[in-house]
Nanobody
């Protein structure tokens, strides 16, 4: 059974940085696509980063140039480096794994609050 555990959230001032981590336990062999999503109160879940099986990354315009996703295959861990944080980045952040195009897993979420 695959489990994803996120960490690294917290309170940060506008303009600050945080790095989120998402560690997978269990077997994740196969073609894996990792993503990060976020959900603010009263809003739908929003995609913020994706790492393809080949390692290519994609971002929506709202975070382009500020967020960087990466992965460490040896540790079965992905990261989301967030710089230049804004109050509107406040949300619960979730990692997502789609394995072999079939199996989908979600982390439990980690709260990021950007406030002075």
């Amino acid at each position: 059974q695959v489990q994803l555990v996120e960490s690294g959230g917290g309170l940060v001032q506008p303009g600050g940085s945080l790095r989120l981590s998402c560690a997978a336990s269990g077997s994740i062999s196969g073609i894996n696509v990792w993503s990060w999503y976020r959900q603010a109160p009263g809003k739908p879940r929003e995609w913020v980063a994706r790492i393809s099986a080949a390692g290519d990354t994609n971002y929506p315009a709202s975070v382009m140039g500020r967020f960087t996703a990466s992965r460490d295959n040896a540790k079965n861990t992905v990261y989301l480096q967030m710089n230049g944080l804004k109050p509107e980045d406040t949300a619960v952040y979730y990692c997502n794994l789609v394995r072999s195009g079939v199996h989908t897993y979600w982390g439990q979420g980690t709260q990021v609050t950007v406030s002075s």
